[in-house]
């Protein structure tokens, strides 16, 4: 059970560093809550629920983003990467911590942007939020992976938004149309995928 | 065959099966009742775009074996592939713009599932240059890369399914279950356009991993003199 002792102490340094330095979550915080207040403004008078739901979507997907870039800044700046690795755990605990951590800050996140949406917009059904809940796991998992090969590049912030948005398309479509077999299928394929090839982009930061 | 001769050989093959394939284009193909002259830019708009597919996929069969064996020249085919595939899928968009243009009237058709899809799949393998390029060559960017275009030969069918499902189906279906619905003489123009496409990605692929050759060689002399 090791495995699950280190992910577990991984995460929860993830967690403990959000806690006492506060950098990422009330940024995102207040992104998601201006996103919407832009998108009030942006969406014609009268333009339906419909079209508000597709804002709700864009707003979490650059939330997340901007979760995501931030992921591995602490690692990055303290280099913290080479004592990672040369750990004696399997590197895919470091990728499961860290897309842990992401997930407990969009679900957080979420917990203020769905109430503020359906406050300023219209109201919000299980099913809506059963897609949010599953395509979190989908952008974690894809995100934690970029955000790592990101992080690798000289452009750094830049690159991220440009790997991770083609990635984020089917998300959408999922997320918009309700199509939860669908997030199911997407979270299946890219968390495995994801979990099985994270050990290669850390090999040699 | 020695590799001074396949470059030749297959550039010839190439040059010789894209003239027939025009020819037969032109002049052996019947001009289609319903679309008339325009719907001839099909036997390149559907050849270039399964080249496309075969492209990333040669490219994320060799980001695998890259990730199997090290070997460096692995990640260079890797990467050359997805680098024709980009071309190809350019072509794509730009010739499915045209046929949309001359038989819907507008240059960009979001129910076009195919544009749609190229569209995703364009933008993702553009990204993969703009990740290959901000590291610094050596394994770490192989492994990168790697399993960047293995994600994306997963993310072809995932975008295709979420593309089908996202709109109204009335992109023309020429390939269903029960076989080409074409005439004979269309199909084997088809098959000739096809051929002369792979024959001329198989040409590129060749010369532009010469060229990369040539240009780790000459970096590894240089090394050796200084």
């Known amino acids: 059970m090791s495995y699950v002792a280190d992910v577990g102490a991984l995460a929860r340094k993830d967690l403990l560093l959000e806690l006492r330095a506060k950098e990422t979550l009330p940024s995102m915080l207040l992104f998601v809550v201006a996103a919407l207040a832009i998108f009030h403004f942006a969406l014609p008078r009268g333009a339906g629920d419909t079209a508000a739901l597709g804002l709700l979507w864009s707003a979490l997907i650059f939330t997340a983003l901007l979760g995501l870039t931030r992921a591995f800044v602490a690692e990055r700046e303290q280099s913290m990467f080479d004592a990672l690795v040369l750990a004696p755990c399997d590197r895919s605990a470091i990728w499961l911590a860290k897309a842990l951590a992401v997930l407990a800050f969009l679900a957080a996140a979420e917990v203020v942007a769905l109430p503020a949406f359906a406050a300023f917009f219209s109201g919000i059904g299980g099913r809506t939020i059963a897609a949010v809940a599953l395509a979190d796991v989908g952008i974690a998992a894809v995100g934690t992976l970029f955000g790592a090969m990101a992080v690798a590049g000289r452009a750094r912030e830049l690159l991220l938004p440009l790997l991770f948005l083609p990635m984020a398309i089917p998300i959408v479509v999922g997320g918009v149309g309700g199509y939860l077999w669908f997030l199911v299928l997407y979270d299946a394929i890219f968390v495995i995928l994801a979990w099985a090839t994270f050990e290669y982009v850390v090999a040699e930061i | ?226």
């Open chain 2, 1 to 226: 065959m020695t590799p001074r001769l396949k470059l030749p050989v297959l550039a010839a093959c190439s040059t010789g099966l894209l003239g027939l394939a025009l020819a037969l284009v032109f002049f052996y193909a019947p001009t289609d009742a319903d679309q008339g002259f325009s719907q001839r830019i099909f036997y390149f708009h559907v050849p270039i775009a399964l080249t496309s597919y075969a492209c990333f996929g040669w490219g994320a069969w060799k980001a695998l074996r890259y990730l199997r064996t090290r070997d460096e020249r692995a990640d260079t085919e890797s990467y050359v592939a997805i680098h024709q595939g980009v071309m190809f899928g350019a072509l794509t968009l730009v010739t499915g713009s045209i046929w949309a243009k001359a038989s819907w009237g507008v240059w960009w058709s979001w129910s076009e599932n195919q544009l749609v899809l190229f569209l995703v799949l364009f933008l993702f393998y553009c990204a993969y240059f703009m990740l290959r390029f901000s590291v610094e060559p050596g394994s770490a960017r192989a492994n990168m890369s790697a399993v960047y275009a293995l994600f994306g030969v997963v993310l072809i069918p995932v975008s295709f399914l979420a593309i089908r499902l996202s709109q109204k189906f009335i992109h023309p279906v020429v390939f269903n279950s029960h076989g080409p619905q074409m005439a004979g003489s269309q199909f084997l123009t088809f098959c000739v356009a096809l051929a002369a496409v792979l024959a001329l990605f198989a040409t590129l692929y060749q010369v532009e991993l010469a060229g990369k050759r040539i240009d780790a060689h000459l970096r590894e002399l240089r090394e050796l003199l200084t």
